[in-house]
């Protein structure tokens, strides 16, 4: 798997699971109530999560904390979690967040250098 994110021109469209690669969330349209005009509902982009969603909570070797994003079916696995291909899947991830966002390749050299070697050290 390449990376457990994608993206499109006006954001993201599909979440997979940093594990297995299973669909846990994809881009909708929900209707909201205009803020300006009451009677109005307008169709809005939106995250939505399905029912297979979990995030664990692990800490990271720099004392920073994140919450990577598996699939229930991974969650409740009796296996480990394999930590090296979570923390590759949170580095792709990052970077793809700074892609969409416009950053140059200087910046992207730059996380890079700042994740290099950083490592998730136990989940809490």
Known sequence: ?????????????????MCCGEPVAQRTYVEVQSRVDPSKKEKVLAISRFSNWKQINVRLSDGTSCSPIVCTDCNNHPDPWDYNQLMD?????????LKFAGKDQRQLKHLKHLIKNLKIIEEV
């Open 89 to 97: 899947q949170v580095k792709r991830g990052w970077e793809e967040e």
């Open 1 to 17: 798997m390449d990376s457990y994110i994608s993206f499109d021109e006006f954001g993201i469209t599909e979440i997979r699971c």
